[in-house]
């Protein structure tokens, strides 16, 4: 579809919306659609909205509409060397650049890098009058006052169509190399603090069944010479091995699809194990901690969200489970308030995917 047709369709859409007030569900391709609460409302198909718009790869920026596929994206970093360095997870194959900054979700090299959030430096939004927005740009230092951009990343399309967004990308690593350990989980998160504050190249880390397996990647005199200190195991095809963590369909994961809750904890990467029952998973040094229980004997939401509290992080229903009772950790009184003086700002008539974070917004 032409842009210049996209965006005038799109702009009659909302704009029919709003003054009926019907809600609109903004999806692309639909491989996140499970993420959140439920969504209802007529649809807003982004993926005729495609293309890269600028890529300069000696920028080490790229911009594109928010229909094109992430493999596209991919596809021509990877040509020129270069990466998504945040490694955005698909979750099918028709995963979009709108749906990633939408959701907001990083890979295993988070610990590393930062977050989606960190990489994203501009952004164009059509928001529920029908204008269109401009944040940020192209460069890290454009921002005056508050980052809207980064704002984006995790609203799960509940502001707004991002129709463009400029992301930093990065140089692939020169060498790679991942190595596997026997530990407890108690001592899986002590060696990763400790190794956290080394000059390691420590790229990803996933302890799961009493197996820490860490990725070191970089300069190849700094992964020698890492390996030589640590030690450990060499990880056969270790690419798939993070592709599966990434992705999901390592097999820890695959206990959602027998009806279990999966539930992601974000903790102090410090917090000891937490007394909870199920299966655990553990990622970014610590810090992002998957518990899988079954519904009928595992710990309610109230305990796991209370024992993520007490060590100062929260919980999410990330899949599966009963969604009745709140997918995202409720917030504070007064963060609440802004959520909502948010969204009034950017979609008075409260049409963009309703509900898919909380109730009233």
């Not at 899986?188 to 302890?207: D, F, M, T, V």
């Not at 206990?255 to 974000?266: C, D, E, I, Q």
């Amino acid at each position: 579809m032409d842009p210049q047709d996209f965006k005038q369709q799109a702009r009659a859409q909302i704009l029919g919306a709003a003054a009926e007030s019907r809600a609109l569900e903004i999806c692309g391709g639909s491989s996140k659609r499970w993420y959140g609460q439920e969504v209802q409302g007529e649809l807003l198909d982004t993926r005729g909205y495609s293309g890269v718009i600028d890529y300069e790869p000696t920028e080490l920026v790229i911009t594109a509409r928010c229909g094109t596929p992430l493999v596209e994206i991919e596809s021509l970093l990877a040509q020129h060397q270069q990466m998504l360095a945040f490694e955005p997870p698909h979750f099918g194959s028709n995963a979009t650049l709108g749906g990633m900054l939408a959701s907001g979700l990083s890979g295993p090299a988070r610990q590393a890098v930062g977050s989606l959030r960190d990489f994203v430096l501009g952004t164009v939004l059509m928001d529920g009058k029908g204008d269109m927005l401009h944040f940020g740009g192209q460069v890290m230092k454009n921002v005056a006052g508050y980052d809207v951009s980064r704002l984006l990343a995790g609203s799960l399309g509940t502001l707004g169509l991002i129709l463009e967004a400029s992301v930093k990308v990065l140089p692939r690593p020169l060498a790679v190399s991942s190595r596997r350990f026997a530990m407890t989980q108690a001592e899986a998160i002590r060696s990763l603090n400790q190794w956290g504050g080394q000059p390691l190249p420590l790229s990803a880390s996933c302890w799961h069944d009493g197996m820490l397996t860490i990725r070191l990647a970089g300069a190849e005199a700094a992964v020698r010479a890492a390996q030589h200190k640590l030690g450990g195991e060499a990880v056969a095809d270790d690419e798939q091995f993070w592709r599966a963590l990434r992705e999901q369909t390592h097999s820890f994961f695959a206990g959602v699809a027998g009806g279990k809750a999966l539930w992601r904890l974000s903790l102090p990467s410090i917090a000891e194990p937490l007394p909870l029952a199920g299966a655990i998973l553990i990622e970014w040094g610590g810090a992002q901690r998957w518990l899988l229980a079954d519904e009928g004997s595992a710990p309610d939401a109230a305990a796991i969200r209370a024992a993520a509290s007490a060590v100062g992080g929260h919980a999410t229903l990330y899949r599966g489970g009963d969604k009745s009772v709140g997918v995202f950790h409720p917030l504070s009184p007064a963060v609440a308030q802004i959520h909502r003086r948010l969204k009034a700002g950017f979609d008075p008539a409260g049409i963009f995917n309703r509900g898919r974070m909380y109730p009233d917004f």
